[in-house]
């Protein structure tokens, strides 16, 4: 159709109902309504399902209430919709026909030829009370709806029609145009899926009276730090397009398009097409992923028997088999019948047990698989009555369904030394009788073992996951207190048990010949042996420095207490997450606050602890004789080991910027500079680079990047949405985080922040009732997201301890394949 001028539309539109257009009429069927037909007293129109003829057609509606002339962006509307219409392939394109006459909606056989609305209006009271029933039976009978910036502000009193835009402009919405930066998380919709991850563009971005994510499909947001958002600014979850199944149609609507330039951009066209195509029935999308009512979480265990651990132990990590099993652990707490021993001349000083669970889906039923006397039943201070250690991580082998090999990250009770108060750590690997889910605890072979100090708490890590090369990462935690350094570095030299420094984390975490404070990677061999991938961070030959030493297993140095980590298959790529130290405010003295962290990482490294976090933040140097007195700060580029409590390399590898950090002040804090690099660390002069996280009480848990499998036939699987999509969250649900975030994988492997994060608290649920304490989170082969609350207390498990499933409810994507459309031909 060619290009004709604004009055040449307006002009056109009673004689646009050519015979071949009438003749095309509507498809017959009936359709399923959302709500009760229209009275027939207002409209003529009957419902008919789907609306459009073979060959596509889409109107555009650009009546407005607004006094005074026509705003120029209806004509660069209709221009660029009539360009849309015919590019592409032949199958693909469609016919456009405009009018500001709202009667068209009472006209049965001509609104009915149309595949999709576009409401192009400037707002206002646009259809009487039958022009907007006529509009309702066109969606009931399966219409597609497109809405664009100030459609949000049409038929104001309408309930229906607030339904149907998904959402109406806030009073105060910054009435000027603004370059902004829209980050674009759905990479599946035909209106998303070509467009940068992080869209830079100028447009009038609108404010909501009520934020609709959850309620509809958002498929952009923009970034409100990137332009002045106004008073009634939505803040860090802010849509800016969205898509749903409404009322037997589909309707799609942007806040974008306010300004005329909008309509020359390609990427603002390739947005409007995308739309155009799932409106218009040319192709499937899926507008229900991220709709919350469409997930339902059920507990899936029962609360323990009194004095028993029947049901579950203390959480501390989950793992799915690939029959659908799940394997979940205790670490080693139990509840107030059975008491702690922490008097050292006693030889159950702290001992406790580790009991491995396993839930069947066939039959709904827990059983206890195993059990093993761990250093592990402490609690309630610090020093001799609070301990982390235990039975820390489980993993199955990739081939589990031959061998029924498990492997359990643990410290076994009959190793501590209650002399010199050290222990030992180890990976074992276990053969379970798939029959009887009940493993022989006499088949362990050890793989890899190494000292922890058991004198202070604490730091454990624990988590462990496959790469697809068989390689086993293993987390290890930095073996250190939390004291002694007022909740920053925790690098003071001078604590120690019988010689064994406890306060020093770069004994640990910073030491290039310690297995603490790591994150180590192997390749188990059939004989219970391993030998080491090529690429780990050292080889365990470097002799440099008088002597100094390496270990070869070491993949990831410089992690505080990891006690989750994921690795996502189909690139190899880590995933890893750690909890911080314990100071509450960054200090212009010592540095940083205590940031919480998470970690793509794409290669060996260093990430920093306890030289520096975050974006390669550095703390202050403190030493003998005085560990109160501040010395200079660490060089993040090139960190030296000058501990006396170092027996390792002294040079250490550069550091490499995290992705994710926060604070109790809030999520990505960085400050100003001086010349030589130092942050300012005054809590005013902060800017917040992450604003969807805050801080308070934090304990990172990191989660899975969830992959979509389209061959499996699971009707509970997750949609297609969340593939590539990683999941971060933490142990506390009141502010924290339990969010997607989508990466870059241009820049994610060097520190570039996350261009998308959207909250999961309605999917994965969060307050006393539901999963408040986040311990351990996995997708099981059918799809589901399988979580472990930890419970309500600390050290024990109580009636909240469960393991939870989260399922997808929702179907699949719109319209039915059999309700497709052609275009012309």
Not at 112 to 124: C, I, M, Y
Not at 766 to 778: A, F, Q, T
Request: some cysteine; hydrophobic content about 30%.
């Amino acid at each position: 159709m060619p290009l004709r001028g604004l009055s040449a539309r307006r002009k056109g539109w009673a004689a646009c109902a050519t015979a071949a257009f009438v003749a095309a009429g509507l498809l017959a069927g009936p359709a399923a309504s959302a709500r009760p037909a229209p009275d027939p007293s207002l409209t003529t129109m009957s419902i008919k399902s789907p609306p459009g003829g073979a060959n596509v057609r889409v109107l555009i509606f650009y009546g407005s209430a607004a006094a005074g002339d026509e705003s120029p962006v209806v004509n660069a509307g209709i221009s660029a919709i009539e360009r849309i219409g015919l590019s592409g392939p032949a199958k693909e394109q469609f016919k456009v026909e405009a009018t500001d006459n709202a009667n068209v909606f009472t006209n049965d056989k001509k609104l009915g030829r149309f595949n999709a609305v576009v409401f192009l209006t400037g707002g206002g009271d646009v259809l009487t009370p039958a022009q907007e029933a006529g509009l309702e039976a066109y969606m009931e009978a399966g219409g597609g709806f497109v809405g664009v910036h100030d459609a949000a502000r049409a038929e104001p009193y309408s309930d229906w029609f607030t339904g149907l835009v998904g959402a109406r402009p806030a009073a105060g919405s910054p009435a000027k145009v603004q370059r902004a930066t829209v980050e674009v998380g759905d990479r599946r919709h035909p209106a998303t899926k070509d467009l940068p991850l992080e869209w830079k563009r100028p447009d009038e971005w609108l404010n909501w009276q009520k934020n609709p994510s959850g309620e509809v499909h958002t498929v952009a947001r923009v970034r409100e730090s990137t332009y002045a958002p106004g008073t009634s600014a939505n803040g860090a979850d802010h849509p800016v397009s969205w898509c749903r199944d409404y009322d037997g149609g589909r309707s799609f609507y942007t806040g974008m398009g306010g300004t005329v330039s909008s309509y020359d951009e390609t990427d603002f066209r390739t947005h409007l097409r995308g739309a155009l195509m799932w409106t218009t029935r040319l192709s499937q999308a899926d507008c229900k992923a991220t709709i919350n009512a469409n997930y339902k979480a059920e507990r899936l265990t029962d609360p323990n028997q009194p004095g028993q651990n029947d049901q579950i132990g203390e959480p501390h990590g989950l793992v799915t088999a690939p029959d659908g099993r799940v394997f979940y652990i205790g670490r080693g707490g139990t509840d107030s019948s059975h008491p702690v021993v922490t008097d050292w001349n006693d030889p159950n000083v702290g001992k406790g047990t580790g009991e491995i669970h396993v839930w069947d889906p066939k039959t709904d039923k827990v059983t206890l698989a195993g059990a093993l006397t761990v250093f592990g039943n402490k609690g309630g201070g610090d020093e001799l009555t609070k301990v982390e250690e235990g039975l820390l991580g489980i993993e199955l082998d990739p081939r589990f369904e031959e061998n029924g090999w498990v492997y359990l990250h643990y410290t076994p009770h009959s190793q501590i030394n209650r002399d010199t108060h050290m222990a030992e750590r180890r990976v074992s690997r276990f053969t379970l009788d798939r029959a009887t889910n009940k493993l022989d605890l006499g088949s362990e072979k050890v793989l890899l073992k190494w000292p922890v100090q058991i004198h202070s708490c604490c730091h454990a890590g624990g988590g462990m996951a496959w790469d697809s090369k068989g390689n086993l990462y293993i987390a290890t935690g930095d073996n250190n207190s939390s004291g002694f350094s007022d909740g920053y570095s925790g690098n003071n030299p001078q604590p120690n048990f019988k010689g064994v420094s406890f306060a020093d984390a770069r004994r640990t975490a910073g030491n290039t010949n310690n297995l603490n404070g790591k994150i180590l990677r192997i390749h188990p061999e059939p004989d219970g042996t391993y030998t080491l991938p090529e690429g780990n961070l050292f080889t365990g030959k470097e002799t440099a420095e008088g002597g100094g030493k390496t270990r070869g297993e070491i993949y990831v140095m410089g992690v505080r207490n990891p006690a989750r980590i994921s690795v996502d298959k189909k690139t190899d790529t880590l995933y890893a997450g750690w909890v911080g130290p314990d100071a509450g405010a960054p200090s212009p003295t010592w540095g940083p606050a205590k940031y919480d962290t998470f970690a793509t990482i794409t290669k060996a490294s260093n990430r920093g602890w306890p030289y520096c976090m975050g974006n390669k933040q550095p703390y202050r140097d403190r030493n003998l004789p005085d560990p109160s007195k501040p010395l200079g700060w660490y060089d993040c580029d090139h960190p030296k080991n000058e501990s006396p409590n170092n027996d390792g390399l002294v040079n250490l590898p550069p550091v490499t910027g995290n992705n994710i950090w926060y604070s109790p002040q809030g999520g990505g804090p960085d400050y100003p500079r001086d010349e030589n690099g130092i942050p300012s660390y005054k809590q005013d002069e902060a800017t917040y680079r992450l604003p969807w996280l805050k801080g308070g009480g934090q304990a990172a848990m990191n989660g899975p990047l969830y992959r979509y499998d389209a061959d499996s036939t699971s009707d509970t699987k997750w949609p297609a949405y969340w593939d590539g999509k990683w999941f971060v969250g933490d142990f506390y649900d009141a502010d924290q985080p339990r969010n997607a975030v989508l990466m870059d994988p241009k820049t994610q492997g060097d520190g570039g922040l996350p261009v998308h994060s959207e909250s999961l608290k309605k999917i994965v649920p969060v307050g006393n009732d539901g999963i408040k304490n986040l311990m351990g989170w996995k997708f099981g082969p059918d799809g589901a997201l399988y979580v472990l609350d930890y419970g309500r207390g600390f050290f024990t498990s109580d009636s909240k301890s469960a393991l939870w499933r989260v399922t997808y409810e929702g179907g699949g994507p719109t319209p039915a394949a059999n309700q497709l459309a052609r275009g012309t031909e």
